[in-house]
T-cell receptor, first 109, second 114 residues
Framework: DAKTTQPTSMDCAEGRAANLPCNHS???????VYWYRQIHSQGPQYIIH???NNETNEMASLIITEDRKSSTLILPHATLRDTAVYYC??????????FGTGTRLTIIP | GAVVSQHPSRVICKSGTSVKIECRSL??????MFWYRQFPKQSLMLMAT?????????EQGVEKDKFLINHASLTLSTLTVTSAHPEDSSFYIC??????????FGPGTRLTVT
C-alpha cells in the first residue's frame, strides 16, 4: 500500500471549516483514499472514502486532486466533538489498513 | 451503521497470566476481522487478520503463539494474550468488515499487566 503524509497537528476555530490535507504521491490506480478518525481512547471511526471523484456524506467532503496525488478532507462546520486524530489511508480494498501517524485536529472554542 | 463491540473494555492482570478479549459484530456477519494494537501516543499497528473457520494471518513480528486468535463464527473473534508481561500492556482494538464495505472498529480494550 502507498504511504501518506499528513501534518502532525492543526487547529481550527469552532464553527469554521476544517481542511485536512494528505499527500499520497505514490498512490496506484486501483487504490482508494480512506479517512478515519480516532477520538481519544476510542476505536477509529470511518469518515469517508473515494477513488477519483470528490465525495460528500453527512460527516465530511473529500476532495481528490485530478492526478490523485493528494486529497483534502473537509469538515464543513467543525464542533468541539470533532477534536480527534484524523488518519488518511490508501488501500486497494478496505481490507488491510495501514495507519500512519495522522493529524491531531484540535477545535478551538 | 454497523456496530462492533469488545469485551472487556478494561482489564488488569498479573504478569504470567492469560487474558482473553472478545470482539463481536452485533448486527452483521463479518467476513474478516482484524486485531490492532496501539501503544500510548502511537498509531494503530495491525497484528493479525482472521477469517471465520481458518487460521489467522499474523503480521511480521507478531508472535502467533503468544497472541492466540480464534474466529469461531461470523460474529465473534477472540484474542488471547498468553503469559502476559508488562510490555504487553496496550490498547487492543478489533475491527470487522462486510464484503465490499468499510471496516467497523470496536471501542478497544485497555490491557494493563502488573
Amino acid at each position: 500500500d502507498a504511504k501518506t503524509t499528513q501534518p502532525t497537528s492543526m487547529d481550527c476555530a469552532e464553527g469554521r471549516a476544517a481542511n485536512l490535507p494528505c499527500n499520497h504521491s505514490t498512490i496506484s490506480g486501483n487504490e482508494y483514499v480512506y479517512w478515519y478518525r480516532q477520538i481519544h481512547s476510542q476505536g477509529p471511526q470511518y469518515i469517508i472514502h473515494g477513488l477519483k471523484n470528490n465525495e460528500t456524506n453527512e460527516m465530511a467532503s473529500l476532495i481528490i486532486t485530478e492526478d490523485r496525488k493528494s486529497s483534502t478532507l473537509i469538515l464543513p462546520h467543525a464542533t468541539l466533538r470533532d477534536t480527534a486524530v484524523y488518519y488518511c489511508i490508501v488501500s486497494v480494498g478496505n481490507e488491510k489498513l495501514t495507519f500512519g501517524t495522522g493529524t491531531r485536529l484540535t477545535i478551538i472554542p | 451503521g454497523a456496530v462492533v463491540s469488545q469485551h472487556p473494555s478494561r482489564v488488569i492482570c498479573k504478569s504470567g497470566t492469560s487474558v482473553k478479549i472478545e470482539c463481536r459484530s452485533l448486527d452483521f456477519q463479518a467476513t474478516t476481522m482484524f486485531w490492532y494494537r496501539q501503544f500510548p501516543k502511537q498509531s494503530l499497528m495491525l497484528m493479525a487478520t482472521s477469517n471465520e473457520g481458518s487460521k489467522a494471518t499474523y503480521e511480521q513480528g507478531v508472535e502467533k503463539d503468544k497472541f492466540l486468535i480464534n474466529h469461531a463464527s461470523l460474529t465473534l473473534s477472540t484474542l488471547t494474550v498468553t503469559s502476559a508481561h508488562p510490555e504487553d500492556s496496550s490498547f487492543y482494538i478489533c475491527s470487522a468488515n462486510k464484503l465490499g464495505d468499510e471496516q467497523y472498529f470496536g471501542p478497544g480494550t485497555r490491557l494493563t499487566v502488573t
